[in-house]
């Protein structure tokens, strides 16, 4: 198990209750969710889920489980982190499910850079300023300690971690924050497998002002729509 794609989350329902969007709209982050599984798989990599106790029934068939430990988020995504090195793996990609994967041929890229040398870290930034994914080896998972949930400066926080070495960058990509922003995710071209998913998340929530527009111009030649089934809804 050489690489390992880590996807560190609650259940689908819990997600959407956590994002205000109602247990409902949970298919948008199971889709998300068995994305992520199908991408890893196409990369060679495996598949762990980092959960609390409660959440295991759900993410039940994603992947190996591990139980998320600490108080705070980062101690948490740091221990699970750790857990998941000493189960053998060298390069490890860390994500939740509100944001879906790039293609596998990016994902493969992105372990090579660092598998390689080539690069220190890849970090799939976020509109908001965090970071949706990062991919790195087992000597920085001290960085991940100090993450917390809302951060705006994650990015530049990696930077600073990786000084001279080189932290590359992929293209930003939008996360589901919350109910205002789906309209705005439906402009961009990774969401575009999640079209009809997005549109039923959106369904019956009152649009009153204007919602944040986050837009992502980037070509979603490579991407899949995620498979039908293999993931529970909660």
Same mark, same amino acid.
């Given at each position: 198990?050489? &690489?390992?794609?880590?996807?560190?989350?609650?259940?689908?329902?819990?997600?959407?209750?956590?994002?205000?969007?109602?247990?409902?709209?949970?298919?948008?982050?199971?889709?998300?969710?068995?994305?992520?599984?199908?991408?890893?798989?196409?990369?060679?990599?495996?598949?762990?889920?980092?959960?609390?106790?409660?959440?295991? =029934?759900?993410?039940?068939?994603?992947?190996?489980?591990?139980?998320?430990?600490? *108080?705070?988020?980062?101690? &948490? !995504?740091?221990?699970?982190?750790?857990?998941?090195?000493?189960?053998?793996?060298?390069?490890?990609?860390?994500?939740?499910?509100?944001?879906?994967?790039?293609?596998?041929?990016?994902?493969?890229?992105?372990?090579?850079?660092? *598998?390689?040398? *080539?690069?220190?870290?890849?970090?799939?930034?976020?509109?908001?300023?965090?970071? #949706?994914?990062?991919?790195?080896?087992? =000597?920085?998972?001290?960085? !991940?300690?100090?993450?917390?949930?809302?951060?705006? +400066?994650?990015?530049?926080?990696?930077?600073?971690?990786?000084?001279?070495? &080189?932290?590359?960058? !992929? *293209?930003?990509?939008?996360?589901?924050?919350?109910?205002?922003? !789906?309209?705005?995710?439906? +402009?961009?071209?990774?969401?575009?497998?999640?079209?009809?998913?997005?549109?039923?998340? =959106?369904?019956?929530?009152?649009?009153?002002?204007?919602?944040?527009?986050? &837009? #992502?111009?980037?070509?979603?030649?490579?991407?899949?729509?995620?498979?039908?089934?293999?993931?529970?809804?909660?």
């Amino acid at each position: 198990m050489s &690489r390992a794609v880590l996807i560190f989350a609650r259940s689908p329902r819990a997600e959407a209750a956590a994002k205000q969007l109602g247990r409902s709209r949970a298919p948008l982050f199971a889709a998300v969710a068995r994305s992520w599984v199908r991408a890893a798989a196409r990369c060679r990599a495996a598949v762990l889920v980092a959960s609390a106790p409660e959440h295991r =029934r759900a993410l039940r068939s994603a992947g190996a489980w591990i139980e998320q430990r600490g *108080e705070t988020f980062g101690e &948490r !995504l740091a221990s699970s982190a750790v857990e998941a090195f000493a189960a053998g793996v060298e390069t490890l990609l860390i994500t939740g499910i509100d944001a879906p994967p790039p293609s596998p041929a990016v994902l493969d890229a992105g372990f090579r850079a660092v *598998e390689t040398g *080539e690069a220190a870290s890849v970090v799939s930034p976020s509109t908001d300023g965090g970071i #949706n994914f990062i991919v790195l080896r087992r =000597r920085d998972v001290a960085l !991940l300690s100090g993450f917390a949930v809302g951060e705006r +400066d994650l990015v530049e926080r990696c930077r600073i971690h990786f000084r001279d070495e &080189r932290c590359l960058l !992929l *293209e930003t990509v939008s996360d589901v924050d919350s109910p205002e922003h !789906l309209a705005a995710l439906s +402009d961009e071209a990774a969401w575009l497998p999640y079209i009809g998913l997005l549109a039923t998340a =959106r369904r019956d929530w009152p649009t009153g002002g204007d919602a944040p527009v986050r &837009r #992502n111009t980037g070509s979603a030649a490579s991407l899949r729509a995620p498979p039908a089934r293999s993931l529970p809804a909660a």
